[in-house]
């Protein structure tokens, strides 16, 4: 059965939720200026303030654009390179069997970059 207080305490809660998104939102903003600014932007970085250690992650992640890989591997008629889409995994292959090499495909290339920050309690 759903009560009137279960539905208040819902409403609350999701206040409270996006509030403290916000000032998480807020702390990671301050964490990630601190570390651009010590250690540079998109670096990873490391600080302890007594017993909590901040760090910064940085994760990359490669893909190869769709239409301009495929176009490439076409007019390198490697066609058995594409499905429907590039296939990395074969990419990855031919470029370890010397058919291709990473400058052939550079163009084609989008590198995204993500940063995390974890905060862990030593004891």
Do not use: W
Request: proline fraction near 1%.
């Amino acid at each position: 059965m759903i009560t009137r207080e279960m539905l208040v305490r819902y409403t609350e809660l999701i206040k409270r939720k996006k509030e403290l998104d916000d000032e998480l939102a807020d702390l990671k903003t301050s964490f990630n200026s601190y570390f651009d600014h010590t250690v540079g932007e998109g670096q990873k970085g490391e600080l302890v303030v007594h017993d909590f250690k901040l760090q910064r992650q940085i994760r990359t992640a490669e893909k190869y654009e769709q239409d301009s890989t495929v176009e490439k591997l076409e007019g390198l008629n490697l066609n058995n390179l594409i499905v429907k889409s590039p296939d990395e995994a074969k990419i990855k292959s031919a470029i370890e069997l010397g058919l291709l090499t990473n400058e052939d495909l550079q163009d084609c290339k989008t590198v995204k970059k993500t940063q995390a920050i974890y905060v862990k309690q030593s004891i």
